[in-house]
Nanobody, 120 residues
Framework: QVQVVESGGGLVQPGGSLRLSCSASGSIFSIGAMGWYRQAPGKQRELVAAITSGGSTNYADSVKGRFTISRDNGKNTVYLQMNSLITEDTGVYYC??????????????WGQGTQVTVSS
């Protein structure tokens, strides 16, 4: 059994900052790539940022220069530092983690999401 839990969302004014955290726990052998996705009402879920187990990162064009993804492998945790937030960043942010539970079992796990609202 694996659990992935996000935290750090909230209401912030344009130009503000938030730091999201996502921790995985349970039956985990290792964690591969981890990422942050977001979904606005009526829109599909989109990749915001991802980071491999080795630290290679990838960002959506819309957040480059404003968001930073990082991870702490010892804590099974991934972070998303969000600066210079704009209203278009509003949405539910989901954490994804590719988790190897056994030598032959690897799955993508999703958190329940944390709401980020950028509004004045």
């Amino acid at each position: 059994q694996v659990q992935v839990v996000e935290s750090g969302g909230g209401l912030v004014q344009p130009g503000g900052s938030l730091r999201l955290s996502c921790s995985a726990s349970g039956s985990i052998f290792s964690i591969g790539a981890m990422g942050w996705y977001r979904q606005a009402p009526g829109k599909q879920r989109e990749l915001v940022a991802a980071i491999t187990s080795g630290g290679s990162t990838n960002y959506a064009d819309s957040v480059k220069g404003r968001f930073t993804i990082s991870r702490d492998n010892g804590k099974n945790t991934v972070y998303l530092q969000m600066n210079s937030l704009i209203t278009e960043d509003t949405g539910v942010y989901y954490c994804n983690a590719r988790i190897r539970q056994t030598a032959t079992a690897i799955y993508d796990y999703w958190g329940q999401g944390t709401q980020v609202t950028v509004s004045s």
